[in-house]
């Protein structure tokens, strides 16, 4: 692909979107493999047997080669279908949080499996309800759930309804899960828990709880844009000149009488001629 685009000739035959788009596809298909293979605790190429970064190169670069493989297909639906999924305006054109949702979905089904996995490996027979680490495990896989189901709600909610989620159910949702993650995160990586080691568990547990901050924030802002642009409306100024305004007796607002007036001004002119 970098031979395509660096000579008209070859651009010509592998640059088009026939092409191009498969390619693409393999790339985005491969690179979540590799992240599965490279950082999946227990059995990852890239941790040790408890689930913390052996190999840092090859943990952190998997997830860059999955964040450069997504830069690529965004590249391509612009090319082939004029769509930019980054700069959509579907992410910032009424709400802030839509992001946000997306992420709390991904992190949270990492958590889940991750979860998941190390319930797998070590807890098994009878016993297992009874130790620490088997009960926190649990923990991380119905946070995880919870967390998967509440995100795609909101993230399904917003698509179908054109990003018109209710406020309040969007406020509570985004409440009740910071609280969820609040413990998530104190139970599941703390020292006895499955994510003390350094890796994915870890990572998106923190993640997962730093992302609902980010919603109740968004929410926020959201609140007083709203507000604000409705006190805007009501204190709309005008350009006109405040008009005259004549009670019953003829009078021009400052209490004076239009025969008063005239008055005054015959007098000052016999003072005048006087003179």
């Known amino acids: 692909m970098i031979a395509s685009h660096s000579h008209p000739s070859l651009q010509s ?12 596809l393999v790339i985005l298909i491969f690179s979540i493999i590799l992240v599965a293979i490279i950082t999946g605790p227990g059995h990852g190429l890239a941790v040790d047997e408890d689930g913390s970064i052996a190999y840092g190169n090859q943990y952190y670069f998997s997830w860059i080669a999955l964040g450069n493989a997504i830069i690529i297909s965004d590249k391509f639906a612009l090319k082939a279908w ?16 839509l992001k946000f949702w997306v992420g709390i979905a ?26 620490s680490f088997c009960s926190r495990c649990k923990f991380g896989i119905a946070s995880g759930i ?17 990003v018109m989620t209710p406020f309040l159910v969007e406020l509570g949702v985004a409440a009740v899960l910071i609280i969820l993650y609040g413990f998530e995160v104190a139970f599941v990586t ?9 890796g994915n568990l870890y990572y998106f547990s923190w993640t997962s709880f730093l992302l609902t901050i980010a919603i109740l924030n968004a929410c926020h802002k959201d ?3 709203v507000v604000d642009g409705g006190e805007r409306r009501e204190q709309v100024p005008t350009t006109e000149s405040p008009a005259v305004v004549h009670d019953d007796h003829g009078t021009d607002g400052d209490g004076m009488d239009d025969e008063e007036m005239v008055g005054d001004a015959g007098s000052s002119d016999e003072n005048r001629v006087k003179r």
């Open 13 to 24: 035959i592998i640059g088009t979107t026939k092409v191009e788009g498969p390619i693409t």
């Open 82 to 97: 004029g769509i930019r999924i980054a700069t959509s305006s579907l992410w910032t054109s009424t709400t802030r949080s």
């Open 106 to 131: 991904f992190s949270s089904l990492v958590v889940m499996g991750s979860s998941s996995e190390y319930y797998g490996r070590n807890c098994h027979g009878d016993d297992d309800d009874k130790t």
């Open 146 to 162: 919870i967390g998967v189901l509440a995100a795609g709600g909101i993230v399904a909610t917003k698509v179908v309804r054109g």
């Open 190 to 198: 703390d020292n006895k828990g499955p994510g003390a080691p350094l």
């Open 223 to 225: 609140y007083v844009r």
